[in-house]
């Protein structure tokens, strides 16, 4: 089964292109322990919010921008195997330092819950990070393929919902206390794909309209918790 690792990291704005540079010089680290694809995204619209938000998530100050990266594997044993391997890779030491603060980056292992359309290689993505109650799996699921019916009529390319399977605490940071997770909850990293930031806020405003006056369903997670921003591609190894 496809396996995501799922990263979110804080860069100084000021180091975008060294930034760019690095994800390119790791890719190839990444495809020589059986990565099939990464793909590296600037944040260029991720609101503060009331009670998450990306922002907290990394402790990101003010003169940095989050990034949304995602890297796919065949399946988890294969990710396992090339992060045991890195580790001791004489070519992971000789890319020197990292332009970000990796003490405060937060990742995670995903399996796919429901992947529609095209999921990658979209010049902008929305980028989601939540946490769902374990016993609520399947009703998230559903509500999820329910809601690609409406991506997909105002222009929404694909989406990806992943479900945490190998999500680590950190010293730090990490994806429970950045989703300010309880406990039975599992962490979601998930994604939609738009030709364009202009047609994803337009399908925005046209769900909202559409929606207006009907009574909003009650989701199976807390959506006050709910992180989303949206992300300009920056890297994309099958380009």
């Known amino acids: 089964m496809t396996y995501f690792t799922g990263m979110i990291a804080a860069v100084p704005t000021a180091n975008k292109q060294a930034y760019t540079d690095h994800a390119r010089a790791a890719w190839p680290l990444f495809q020589k322990y059986g990565a099939i694809r990464t793909v590296e995204t600037w944040g260029v619209d991720t609101p503060k919010g009331k009670v998450t938000d990306f922002q907290g998530v990394v402790r990101a100050k003010d003169d940095e921008t989050i990034v949304f990266t995602w890297i796919e594997w065949p399946d988890r044993a294969a990710a396992d195997k ?6 001791n890779d004489p070519d992971m ?8 603060d990796g003490a405060r980056m937060v990742f995670g292992g995903f399996e796919p819950l429901m992947a529609e359309g095209q999921i990658a290689g979209a010049p902008y993505y929305q980028g989601f990070l939540l946490a769902v109650p374990e016993k609520n799996k399947d009703a998230y699921t559903a509500m999820a393929k329910d809601a690609w019916g409406m991506f997909e009529k105002f222009g929404c390319l694909g989406i990806a919902e992943n479900w945490g399977v190998d999500v680590p605490h950190g010293k730090l940071t990490d994806m429970y206390r950045g989703t300010k997770a309880e406990d039975g909850e599992a962490i ?3 994604w939609t794909a738009w030709p364009d930031r202009k047609t994803c806020e337009e399908a925005g405003q046209k769900m909202q309209a559409e929606m207006e006056g009907q009574e909003m369903p009650e989701m199976p997670f807390d959506g006050m918790r709910m992180i989303w921003g949206g992300f300009e591609t920056i890297f994309d190894s099958a380009k």
Request: negative net charge; glycine residues 12%.
């Open 188 to 190: 979601v990293f998930s």
């Open 82 to 87: 090339a992060w045991e391997g890195m580790q």
């Open 93 to 100: 030491a000789a890319m020197g330092e990292m332009p970000f």
